[in-house]
C-alpha cells in the first residue's frame, strides 16, 4: 500500500506558459550576519544569486531556508538583518520573516520570504522535544495560484558529528520528519531542505527519507554515495568554504509530486552549490575555484562556514483535471482480507460543484461510497475512497475488478470530463494464486542462510498441498533438487520460507546449508510433483525466477518466466552476500520479474511492509456541526492487521460531544479479526450559551496494544468546524487610518507603523485583549486587557519597542480624547496586493470585527512616496472599498507632518483625529433623528457625537450643523419647499412624534430658517 517513487522524466511537445519560477535557497548561516560588514557580503551573496541565470531563469531569491540563525530581538537578530538585506536589494517588493524557538545550543530554524511571489499559510515547529535542533516547517502558495501549487518545506538541521550514535540520532530525527510528511498525505509537495550533517547516503538517515510511502523524498541532485572528502563529489561539497571543502552537509530533497508534470515542480537541472562548480581545490577554501566572481567568493567564504544550496521550481498552469491517486504502486486487496484505498482530488476550483461518480463492477466494493462532491472551497482537498473485495465462494484464482468514474457539474469545464478507471488486483480467498516471493541464493561463508519464500498474496493459512518447488541447473537445463509441499500451508500473514535451521521465521527446515545454485539457474513451483533430473518445462508450472550473480543470462531458462522479463541478479546491489532478490511490492504477476530487487533479506516477512497506521476517513474531507443543530461523523480503521488488539482512545475537547458527554473520551476496540473494518464516530457540538463565533473543536487520538506497531502510534487529530448558535455582535468599531509605509525607519527591532481604529457605535466598548492579524505567520501582540474606547473615540495602535506613547501622542499632537497604546507589533507590507495585506481586527474570542484588504493599486491610495498614511474619508462608508480611502496630505482632514525626531518628518496622517460625522445617533445613516439630537444639544460645551458634536471640538454649535446639512440629502438653504420638506422629514422621523401636524412642522422650519440667518 505503498508508493514507489520514481523521478519521472516528461518530453515537452509543446511550449508550456509557466506562472512563476520560485528559487528555494537553504542556508546554514552559523547564525551571521550580525554588523555592517557582514550585511555587505550577505548583501554580494544573495545579490549574486538573484543575479544568476540558471535555465532560462534570472530571479532573486523567493524562499530562503536558515539554519543557525537568531530570533529577532536576540541582541543579533540575522535573521532580521538578512530580511532587511532582501528589502534593500529589491525595494519594490518587502520580505518577510518567520523563525522557531531557540534549540538548547542557541540557534533556530526559520524562513525569510517574498510576500510578492508567494504566501506563507502556516508554520509548524516538528516535535521539538524529540530533536536536537528546531526543526520548522513552512506551507506555501504561489502567487496566483489557489492551492494547487501549495507546498511544505522543512529547514532541516540534523545532529552532527561521525560517531555510530551521532549516526543512529540523525536517523531517528529522520523518521521523525518522514512520518510528519506522511501525515500530510499522499500527493502532498513536500521539500526537506538543509544541514543534513551525513557522510554518505548509507546513513540510515538518508533511507528514512528515502524509503517509499506518502513523504517519500529523493534529492534533487541525484546524488547518492560516499561523499566526504570524496573528489568525485567536489562540486556538490558544501562545508566548509573558508578553508576545507570536503562534506557535502547540505541538500534539498523532494518529494515525487515535484516531478510528475503538474502543480509545483522541480526544474531540471537547477539545483547547485552556490559559489561551487567543482574548480577549487578537494580540502582548500572556495576562494580557489572559479565558481563565482572573486569578490562573490570572498563574501561567501565570509559569511558562513557552509555553501548557500539552490534550487528553481516552477508552477505549471493547471487545466480541469479529475486526479486519481493510488496508494502504492498499485490497488490490492484480497476477499474477506485486507483493503486499499485511493484518492480523488481536482486540479483547479470549479465554479460549481462537481461531483464524482463511483461505480464499481461486480467483484468490488466502495462500501457507502457512491460518490464525492467537491466544492469550490474543498476542490483541492483529496478524498478517499476504500475499495474492498467481494467475497465470494467461487474458486477464481488471483483475478482484477475495475472502478470506473464520471462526473457532472454546472461548471462546463468539468461536466462530462473524462477519468481514468482504478483497476484493482483481487487475492482470491478460495483459490489464491501462490507466487515466489523471496529467494537468498548465495549468503556469507558456508551459505546456511539461503532460503526461498512462498506468499499466497495475504490470505494466510493457505493450503500448499500438491504443490512442489524445484531448482533448475541452468548448465543442464535438468532439475536438481525438488521439495514437496504437501501437508504444508502458508502461515497467518500468507507467507512460507523453505530454508535451514539458522534461517529467521523457517517453516520448512530442509536445507542444511548450500542448496541453492549462485545461477544463472532457476527457482519454480509446480502444481503436482516434479522429481530431480527431469527437463526442464513449463507444464504445470506456477510460478518461476531466473537469478544469477553475475553471471550472463542463460536463454535455455528463459521459458520459464513471460517473454520479455529478466533474468535478476542478486549482486545487483553489489552486496550478493548480504542481500536476496525480493519481490516489491510483495506478490505480482506469476512469471513476471520485473519487480524483483536486490535488498537485505526479510525471510517470514513482507518485503515491503504495510506501515502500521489508522484510517481516519471523513464526509467531504471534514467534519461539520452546528451548536444545537446537525451532527456529523467519521471513521477510523487500522491499516494492517495487528498481532493483538488495539484500543483507540478518541479524546474531544469541551467543545464537541461524542456520545459520553461534552469532552468525555469514548474507546474503540479493534480485534485481530474486525481490525480492517472502520468504526464510527459520531460528533455534535455542545450547545453553550457562550458568544464564541464559528470556532473549531479538536478531537485527539489515543492507541495502546501490546502490538508494539500500534502501541502509542501517532494518529491525526481531527478538527471539527463548530458553528455557534449564539447571535453575534455586529461590528462597530473600525479601521480608520493605516501608516504601512513610513517615511522613518523600518530596521528591527520596532517600526514607525501605526493602524487607528474607532468607535463608531453609541456604546462603550471594551477593546482589551483585541489583536490584528493579516494573511502571514506573523503574531500581532494583544491590546492591554481592560481598554475602553468610548462612542466616537479613536485609538491609535503602535508598535512599542518603537517609542513610548508619550513619545507618539507629542511628535503627532495626538488630540486628548484619544487613546494611544503600543502593543507588540507585526508586520504591515510595503507593497500590498489583494491577497497581502488582509489586514483584520479580532476581539478577545477571535470573532473577526473589522478587515480592511489593502493594497498600493487597483483604486487605492499609492503609496509612493513613502510617508503619507491612507485614512477613511467617512467612517459610516465601507472601508474595504478603495473608493473610500485617500492618502494623507498635509492640511487636508486635520492631516499633518510629524515633528521628529524619532518620527520621520516626512511622515504625514491624522493619528486620533476622528473624521466629522454627523450620523449622531449611530444608526449609519444621516437623518432628521440626527437633527433632532443637534437641536437638544445646541450650547453644550462638554459635549459628544451623541450631543450634536460632528466635528469633534466639544461643542455643539452652527458648525456642527453646518456638517450635518452637508451630509443630508436636502439642502436647507434652497427654496423654502424643501426647507420645509427637510423640517417635515425631521419631525415625522422623530420617534417623539407618531403624526405629523403643520404646527410641529411650522416649529421646525422656524428653526431652521432662524439657523439660516446665522
Avoid: C
Avoid at 544569486?49 to 524562499?63: C, F, H, L, P, S
Avoid at 506456477?542 to 543470462?553: K, N
Amino acid at each position: 500500500m505503498n508508493r514507489t517513487l520514481a523521478r519521472l522524466h516528461l518530453e515537452h511537445l509543446e511550449r508550456r506558459e509557466l506562472l512563476a519560477v520560485v528559487r528555494l535557497v537553504g542556508w546554514n548561516t552559523l547564525n551571521n550576519p550580525n554588523d555592517a560588514v557582514q550585511d555587505a557580503d550577505y548583501s554580494t551573496v544573495l545579490s549574486a544569486i538573484g543575479n544568476e541565470t540558471v535555465a532560462g531563469n534570472t530571479k532573486r531569491v523567493d524562499i530562503l531556508a536558515l539554519q543557525e540563525t537568531d530570533l529577532p530581538g536576540s541582541g543579533d537578530d540575522s535573521i532580521g538583518r538578512i530580511e532587511n538585506v532582501l528589502d534593500v536589494l529589491y525595494p519594490t517588493t518587502d520580505y518577510a520573516s518567520v523563525v522557531s524557538n531557540v534549540d538548547g545550543g542557541g540557534d533556530a530554524t526559520g524562513f525569510v520570504y517574498d510576500t510578492s511571489t508567494v504566501s506563507l499559510l502556516s508554520t509548524v515547529e516538528v516535535e521539538p522535544e524529540s530533536l536536537t535542533h528546531t526543526i520548522l516547517r513552512g506551507e506555501f502558495r504561489p502567487f496566483d495560484t489557489f492551492g494547487e501549487s501549495d507546498f511544505f518545506v522543512y529547514s532541516v538541521h540534523l545532529k552532527s558529528g561521525t560517531t555510530v550514535s551521532d549516526e543512529a540520532t540523525r536517523g531517528a530525527e529522520a523518521a521523525i520528519l518522514r512520518n510528519d510528511a506522511d501525515l500530510l498525505g499522499e500527493g502532498t509537495p513536500v521539500l526537506f531542505v538543509g544541514d543534513f550533517n551525513m557522510q554518505d547516503s548509507f546513513e540510515s538517515a538518508w533511507n528514512n527519507f528515502t524509503a517509499s510511502g506518502a513523504g517519500q523524498v529523493q534529492d534533487v541532485a541525484d546524488a547518492p554515495g560516499n561523499w566526504s572528502e570524496n573528489i568525485a563529489f567536489k562540486s556538490l561539497h558544501t562545508q566548509n568554504p573558508r578553508n576545507a571543502m570536503d562534506d557535502r552537509f547540505d541538500l534539498q530533497f523532494a518529494s515525487g509530486e515535484f516531478f510528475d508534470g503538474v502543480g509545483i515542480e522541480y526544474v531540471d537541472n537547477s539545483y547547485r552549490v552556490f559559489g561551487n562548480d567543482g574548480s577549487h581545490t578537494l580540502d582548500g577554501a572556495i576562494t580557489t575555484g572559479t565558481g563565482a566572481d572573486p569578490g562573490v567568493l570572498t563574501a561567501l567564504a565570509n559569511a558562513s562556514d557552509h555553501l548557500p544550496i539552490v534550487a528553481d521550481y516552477e508552477t505549471i498552469p493547471s487545466v480541469p483535471f479529475v486526479r486519481i491517486r493510488e496508494t502504492g504502486s498499485e490497488t490490492k486487496v484480497v476477499e474477506g482480507g485486507i483493503y486499499d484505498t485511493y484518492n480523488v482530488v481536482l486540479d483547479t476550483v470549479p465554479s460549481a460543484n462537481v461531483t464524482v461518480t463511483i461505480s464499481p463492477d461486480s467483484q468490488l466494493d466502495t462500501g457507502l461510497t457512491t460518490e464525492l462532491v467537491f466544492t469550490p472551497a474543498n476542490a483541492l482537498t483529496p478524498q478517499t475512497v476504500v475499495v474492498d473485495a467481494f467475497d465470494d465462494l467461487t474458486g477464481e484464482g488471483n483475478h482484477s475488478g475495475l472502478i470506473t468514474h464520471s462526473v457532472a457539474s454546472a461548471d462546463t469545464d468539468y461536466d462530462g470530463l473524462s477519468v481514468a478507471s482504478v483497476s484493482a488486483t483481487i487475492v482470491d480467498d478460495d483459490d489464491p494464486t501462490i507466487v515466489i516471493n523471496e529467494v537468498d541464493s548465495d549468503t556469507q561463508g558456508v551459505d546456511a542462510l539461503e532460503f526461498i519464500e512462498l506468499y499466497d498474496g495475504g490470505v494466510g493459512n493457505v493450503s500448499l498441498t500438491g504443490k512442489t518447488v524445484a531448482l533448475i541447473n541452468g548448465a543442464t537445463d535438468e532439475v536438481y533438487r525438488t521439495f514437496s509441499l504437501t501437508g504444508q500451508s502458508t502461515d497467518s500473514n500468507g507467507l512460507f520460507v523453505i530454508g535451514s535451521n539458522s534461517v529467521a521465521n523457517v517453516d520448512f527446515p530442509v536445507f542444511t546449508g548450500d542448496f541453492i545454485q549462485n545461477g544463472a539457474d532457476a527457482v519454480a513451483l509446480y502444481e503436482g510433483s516434479i522429481s530431480p533430473g527431469d527437463p526442464l518445462t513449463t507444464t504445470n508450472l506456477l510460478d518461476a525466477l531466473i537469478y544469477d550473480t553475475d553471471e550472463p543470462d542463460d536463454l535455455g531458462l528463459s521459458v520459464l518466466v513471460e517473454a520479455g522479463q529478466p533474468q535478476v541478479n542478486e549482486n545487483g546491489g553489489g552486496n550478493k552476500d548480504f542481500d536476496s532478490l525480493s519481490r516489491v511490492p510483495d506478490g505480482g504477476i506469476p512469471r513476471q520479474t520485473d519487480t524483483y530487487v536486490s535488498q537485505l533479506p526479510t525471510p517470514g516477512e513482507l518485503n515491503e511492509p504495510p506501515a502500521a497506521g489508522v484510517l481516519i476517513l471523513q464526509s467531504a474531507t471534514r467534519v461539520d456541526v452546528e451548536e444545537g443543530g446537525f451532527v456529523d461523523s467519521y471513521q477510523l480503521a487500522l491499516d494492517t492487521l495487528p498481532t493483538q488488539p488495539v484500543s483507540i482512545t478518541v479524546d474531544p475537547d469541551d467543545q464537541t460531544d461524542l456520545g459520553a458527554g461534552a469532552g468525555v473520551a469514548i474507546v474503540l476496540n479493534f480485534t485481530i479479526a474486525d481490525a480492517l473494518i472502520p468504526q464510527t464516530i459520531t460528533v455534535a457540538a455542545v450547545d453553550d450559551d457562550d458568544l464564541e463565533g464559528d470556532h473549531t473543536s479538536v478531537i485527539t487520538h489515543t492507541a495502546m496494544s501490546s502490538d508494539l506497531a500500534y502501541d502509542g502510534l501517532t494518529i491525526g487529530n481531527i478538527v471539527a468546524n463548530v458553528i455557534d448558535n449564539e447571535v453575534a455582535i455586529p461590528p462597530s468599531v473600525v479601521i480608520s487610518e493605516i501608516m504601512y509605509n513610513p517615511d522613518s525607519e523600518e530596521l528591527e527591532p520596532g517600526i514607525a507603523e501605526w493602524i487607528e481604529i474607532v468607535n463608531t457605535g453609541s456604546a462603550t466598548t471594551d477593546i482589551g485583549r483585541w489583536r490584528f492579524d493579516d494573511e502571514d505567520a506573523v503574531t500581532w501582540g494583544e491590546i492591554p486587557a481592560d481598554t475602553i474606547l468610548e462612542p466616537n473615540q479613536a485609538a491609535v495602535l503602535f508598535d512599542e519597542e518603537y517609542t513610548d506613547a508619550a513619545t507618539f501622542r507629542s511628535e503627532w499632537s495626538v488630540p486628548a480624547a484619544a487613546l494611544v497604546i503600543g502593543i507588540p507589533w507585526g508586520n504591515l507590507a510595503n507593497s500590498p496586493s489583494d491577497v497581502n495585506e488582509i489586514l483584520e481586527l479580532r476581539d478577545d474570542l477571535g470573532l473577526q470585527r473589522d478587515l480592511v484588504n489593502f493594497d498600493d493599486a487597483n483604486g487605492w491610495p499609492s503609496d509612493s512616496p513613502q510617508g503619507a498614511s491612507i485614512y477613511l474619508l467617512d467612517l459610516l462608508a465601507d472601508n474595504n472599498v478603495a473608493a473610500n480611502w485617500a492618502r494623507s496630505s498635509d492640511g487636508i482632514d486635520d492631516a499633518a507632518f510629524a515633528a521628529g525626531p524619532t518620527f520621520s518628518t516626512g511622515d504625514v496622517g491624522s493619528p486620533g483625529f476622528v473624521p466629522d460625522s454627523a450620523d449622531f445617533d449611530g444608526d449609519e445613516d444621516v437623518d432628521g433623528f440626527d437633527f433632532l439630537l443637534w437641536q437638544r444639544g445646541f450650547g453644550e460645551v462638554v459635549a459628544t457625537k451623541v450631543d450634536g458634536d460632528a466635528n469633534n471640538d466639544q461643542l455643539v454649535n452652527d458648525s456642527d450643523l453646518a456638517i450635518w446639512s452637508d451630509s443630508y440629502p436636502v439642502n436647507i438653504a434652497a427654496s423654502s419647499g424643501a426647507l420645509r420638506a427637510a423640517a417635515y422629514l425631521a419631525e415625522t422621523e422623530s420617534p417623539s412624534n407618531s403624526e405629523s401636524d403643520d404646527a410641529s412642522v411650522d416649529t421646525a422650519v422656524e428653526q431652521l430658517s432662524f439657523l439660516q440667518l446665522w
